[in-house]
Nanobody, 124 residues
Framework: QVQLVESGGGLVQPGGSVRLSCTAP????????IAWFRQVPGKEREGISC????????YVADSLKGRFAVSRDFAKNTVYLQMNSLNPEDTAVHYC?????????????????WGPGTQVTVSS
C-alpha cells in the first residue's frame, strides 16, 4: 500500500509561484505514474497533471499548460508540481496519487487512502 505525502503549499500572492512535493516514505516511486489532483470545497477532485512511470512523459491539463509543470527527482524519491503565475482560482487542496499509468479516473478509484493534501491559497 503506497501512502503518499504532499507538502509545499501555503499562502501565495497572485502572480506568485509555489512548488509542491509528493513523497512516499519507505517506498520507491521510481516506476509509478504520479498524478496531481486538486479540490476546492463543493467541487469534485480533478486531475491536473501526471508523470508516467515508464518514460517520465508528462501531462498537464490544457487550462494549466504554460503555468504548471510536473517533474520527478529519482534521487530524492520525490515528484514535484511547479505552479507559476498563480491566481485566486488556483486556490485548492492539492493531492498526489500513484498508479500503474496516468489515468485520473482509475487513480481516483484506487483503494489506497488519500494523503492529507497540501493547501495552496492564492490571495493578496
Amino acid at each position: 500500500q503506497v501512502q503518499l505525502v504532499e507538502s509545499g503549499g501555503g499562502l501565495v500572492q497572485p502572480g506568485g509561484s509555489v512548488r509542491l512535493s509528493c513523497t512516499a516514505p519507505g517506498f520507491t516511486l521510481d516506476y509509478y505514474a504520479i498524478a496531481w489532483f486538486r479540490q476546492v470545497p463543493g467541487k469534485e477532485r480533478e486531475g491536473i497533471s501526471c508523470i508516467s512511470g515508464s518514460d517520465n512523459s508528462t501531462y498537464v491539463a490544457d487550462s494549466l499548460k504554460g503555468r504548471f509543470a510536473v517533474s520527478r527527482d529519482f534521487a530524492k524519491n520525490t515528484v514535484y508540481l511547479q505552479m507559476n503565475s498563480l491566481n485566486p482560482e488556483d486556490t485548492a487542496v492539492h493531492y498526489c496519487r500513484a498508479g500503474a499509468w496516468c489515468d485520473f479516473d482509475r487513480m481516483k478509484m484506487g483503494y489506497e487512502p488519500w494523503g492529507p493534501g497540501t493547501q495552496v491559497t492564492v490571495s493578496s
